[in-house]
């Protein structure tokens, strides 16, 4: 097969020791060798995102965790906040569910501010706050530990649900120092995993809620989940088994890096690629909300964007076009995982190249 490697927004690279972890011969979920391996990755997940609260691995993509905030944590009402197309998902999954939304939305480009945030809870109670961590449409990355503050001090009682879709391992998010209550992950974004399993944080007191609410549903029922991780350090439904070895031989990777290392790389490619950016054409999203895993870029030069994408798959590399409302207006360069500065300098050197950008 012929290798493109990634730059969007997810899936991104995985590298091949972990793709070989996906060649282990499967075992029983129902075994003791499965329960070890639980173990052994709740483990590594706690002492990378150094936090005591509940960890939990589940077959399923983000958006199935999305739902499972959803069912779980709230009872009737939420406050859904919209910065593009998945803070929009979020908000829809709220609805498909039966509850009562209310919706707090800026322009695509820009964040929430804490005021904005404010007057909302000023106006109404909630139970929950949905937020995105990182928008992956826009390239804007929301002013969590200022938003969360906000919540805390107008309406302590609200929990704060948090997307961090595209953000956990690739940007800084202090868990208990901010007081967030779930926070959500896939693990084809940042983690540089293939993708099919998805990564939740929750804390004692959302967990305490999740026990009041009633019909949290079946196969996302996280006090049942829980349950099966206590009792015997495995999951109520068949998992991915064979996605929990690579996790595992992946999770040894980032703990030799260091997960501050890692948000350092994370943050040295966004500031290459958003330089990069604002010198050749124009970015998206606000200058004092830029995403330290994905940047969209404004096609101020009007190119066609389907094209540059064709040509720079001929030359191995492939970038997405903008999401759906943006599409031919931006494009987007994922720059998260396992990837380098050499990397996605090699990336830019060859779009250069594509649209005669040096000569």
């Known amino acids: 097969m012929h290798r493109i490697k990634l730059f969007i927004p997810g899936p991104t690279e995985v590298r091949e020791d972990v793709l070989e972890a996906l060649s282990h ?5 129902r075994t003791r060798d499965f329960s070890d391996l639980v173990d052994r990755v ?29 069912r779980n944590f709230v009872e ?11 803070g929009e998902r979020w908000y829809r999954i709220a609805k498909a569910n039966g ?6 939305e800026v322009p695509w480009g820009q964040a929430i501010t804490p005021d904005l945030l404010e007057d909302a809870l000023k106006k109404d109670h909630y139970e929950a706050v949905l937020i995105t961590h990182n928008e992956t449409s826009t390239g804007v990355m929301n002013p969590l530990k200022e938003l969360a503050e906000v919540v805390h001090a107008i309406s302590p009682d609200t ?11 690739g940007a800084p998010i202090d868990f208990e120092g901010w ?5 959500l992950a896939g693990v084809q974004k940042a ?28 196969y996302f029922d996280l006090v049942e989940i829980q349950k099966y991780l206590d009792e015997r350090s495995q999951t109520p439904t068949t998992p991915a088994v064979n996605l929990y070895y690579a996790l595992d031989r992946q999770l040894d990777r980032m703990l030799e890096e260091g997960l501050e290392a890692r948000w350092a790389r994370h943050h040295a490619m966004a500031e290459l690629v958003q330089k990069w950016g604002t010198t050749y054409f124009d970015l998206f999203a606000e200058r004092d909300h830029r995403s330290w895993t994905v940047t969209t870029i404004s096609n101020t030069r009007e190119i066609s964007v ?24 931006t494009f987007r360069i994922g720059h998260m995982g396992d990837l380098t500065p050499e990397d996605v300098q090699e990336l830019l050197i060859n779009i250069e190249a594509i649209l005669g950008l040096n000569g």
Do not use: C
């Open 179 to 183: 007081g967030l209550d779930y926070v």
């Open 42 to 70: 709740i483990t590594k997940l706690r002492d990378l995102l150094q936090t005591s609260y509940r960890i939990q691995v589940v077959t399923a993509s983000g958006s199935g965790l999305m739902e499972a905030a959803i």
């Open 76 to 86: 009737r009402k939420v406050l859904a906040t919209v910065i593009g197309a998945f």
């Open 159 to 169: 929990l704060i649900l948090v997307d961090a879709v595209s953000s956990m391992m």
């Open 306 to 329: 389907a094209w540059l994408i064709e040509e720079l798959k001929k030359r191995g590399f492939l970038i997405s076009n903008g999401y759906g409302q943006l599409k031919e207006k």
């Open 191 to 218: 983690f540089a995993l293939p993708p099919g399993l998805a990564v939740g944080v929750i804390s004692d007191r959302a967990f305490e809620k999740a026990r009041t609410v009633a019909h949290r549903g079946y």
């Open 99 to 104: 509850k009562e939304v209310d919706r707090l």
């Open 25 to 29: 011969p499967v075992i029983g979920h």
